[in-house]
């Protein structure tokens, strides 16, 4: 069984930066693909950011690009998420996801394995 633990959110004010940190245990995940999603009060949970198994692939959301980084240290079997630039509409609950696929999806559906999620507060 695969646990999938967020860390690293938070309170920042427009313009900051945050770093979200998903450290896995229960299996080694470096060969499969990691995500980012979000979820707004009210609002459908959205993709954010994906990378391959690989590591050598990433997409993000529209929104985000630019912002955003994703990156993964597969000895620590822990994703990140830099986010920078932070805007009051990043405020959300930022979920991990993991697929047991390698290739990396924008979809919900494509993983497996879900964290508890983190508050991200950007106020203005």
């Known amino acids: 069984q695969v646990h999938l633990v967020e860390s690293g959110g938070g309170l920042v004010q427009a313009g900051g930066s945050l770093r979200l940190s998903c450290a896995a245990s229960?299996?080694?995940?470096?060969?499969?693909?990691m995500g980012w999603f979000r979820q707004a009060p009210g609002k459908e949970r959205e993709f954010v950011a994906a990378?391959?198994?690989?590591?050598?692939?990433?997409n993000y959301a529209d929104s985000v690009k630019g912002r955003f980084a994703i990156s993964r240290d597969n000895a620590k079997n822990t994703v990140f998420l830099q986010m920078n630039s932070l805007k009051p509409e990043d405020t959300a609950v930022y979920y991990c996801?993991?697929?047991?696929?390698?290739?990396?999806?924008?979809?919900?559906?494509?993983?497996?394995?879900w964290g508890q999620g983190t508050q991200v507060t950007v106020s203005s």
């Open positions: 996801a993991a697929s047991n696929r390698l290739v990396l999806s924008t979809l919900r559906a494509w993983y497996d394995y």
């Open positions: 229960g299996r080694t995940l470096s060969r499969d693909a």
């Open positions: 990378i391959a198994g690989s590591g050598g692939s990433t």
